[in-house]
């Protein structure tokens, strides 16, 4: 008999949602793809109660595989369906406090440093003449910056800043300025490292380069190959997941030239169709094993069409 279904929250269900619904039902569990978009909030009974489309019952769990961007108050409204929730006894994974650590490439970047954790020189601020200054300071020492918007992935409106003119294209910023130490490539060719971690454990890692573009990511053009998890890069990427307080993340480092790592980005939605295409392991399979293993019996939450 399958148990009750598991929400799989996702506007695009794709590669990733196929293969976590084949892990789930390999398991005996039945995922359902559920819009953030539709979840509301019912709060006019005795009990408050958070509506998903498609359930009739409370879900056994939630699984986050994508919040759509939106206005503040729509996005702010998506987190508080998933922390309502896990306030009512539902498993949320990634939760939602560990999404809004890392979705906010500020904070990400300010637990890891706290943590002592290497990570790029980062400066983070709203003024222009701020910006500018930072800018003025740091071409004056050689360096070049990255600019990126402080919601976003994949590469997405990241832009590489070597003088102060290059500030005045802002599209895409939303009026924060995050600029970040530039990182020269290596040898011939741009690279970077994904390290996947769940539950604490590094479990699979790859090598992303490109010779023609300093942004590695796969959706990018990125080519993926399969690198072996040393002591260096699991510690790292299992300190940096443990920093954020997170179930499973994607950890972004750039190596270095005195053979180091800098930690650039710790992902709480990660992709993993490039990692899985040269892991030795089922990445769905593993996800599912800790997301069961995590996921405690149903409470009072109603949930219904």
């Not at 998933?82 to 990400?108: C, F, Q, W």
């Not at 741009?190 to 539950?199: G, T």
């Not at 890069?233 to 997941?241: D, F, K, P, S, V």
């Amino acid at each position: 008999m399958i148990e009750p279904h598991i929400a799989i929250i996702t506007d695009e269900p794709g590669w990733h949602g196929r293969q976590l619904k084949r892990a789930f039902a390999a398991r005996g569990r039945q995922g359902l793809y559920v819009s953030s978009t539709e979840c509301r909030l019912d709060l006019s009974g005795p009990q408050p109660r958070v509506l998903l489309p498609g359930f009739k019952k409370p879900p056994a769990g939630v699984f986050v595989r994508g919040i759509p961007g939106g206005t503040l108050e729509q996005v702010i409204l998506r987190l508080d369906c998933l922390h309502a929730l896990s306030e009512l006894g539902i498993l949320i994974y990634n939760h939602p406090r560990a999404i809004e650590r890392t979705v906010d490439k500020a904070m990400t970047s300010f637990l890891l440093k706290r943590a002592q954790l290497p990570t790029p020189e980062t400066w983070v601020c709203e003024s222009e003449p701020q910006a500018r200054a930072i800018v003025l300071k740091e071409c004056a020492r050689g360096r070049k910056l990255v600019a990126k918007p402080l919601f976003g992935s994949q590469g997405t409106g990241v832009r590489l800043i070597e003088k102060v003119a290059d500030l005045e294209d802002r599209e895409g910023l939303q009026g924060v300025y995050y600029l970040q130490a530039f990182q020269e490539k290596l040898a011939e060719q741009w690279c970077d490292v994904r390290v996947f971690v769940i539950d604490g454990v590094a479990v699979a890692a790859m090598r992303r380069s490109s010779a023609h573009h300093w942004i590695t990511n796969r959706a990018r053009g990125g080519r993926c190959e399969a690198l072996p998890l040393d002591g260096t890069l699991t510690q790292l990427a299992e300190a940096a997941a443990r920093a954020i307080d997170i179930d499973y993340a994607g950890v972004d480092l750039m190596p270095l030239a005195d053979g180091g790592y800098t930690i650039t980005e710790v992902n709480s939605i990660p992709a993993w169709q490039g990692l899985q295409s040269v892991a030795g392991i089922d990445i769905a399979a593993r996800l599912a094993d800790h997301f069961f293993s995590r996921m405690a019996p149903v409470t009072g939450l109603q949930a219904v069409t």
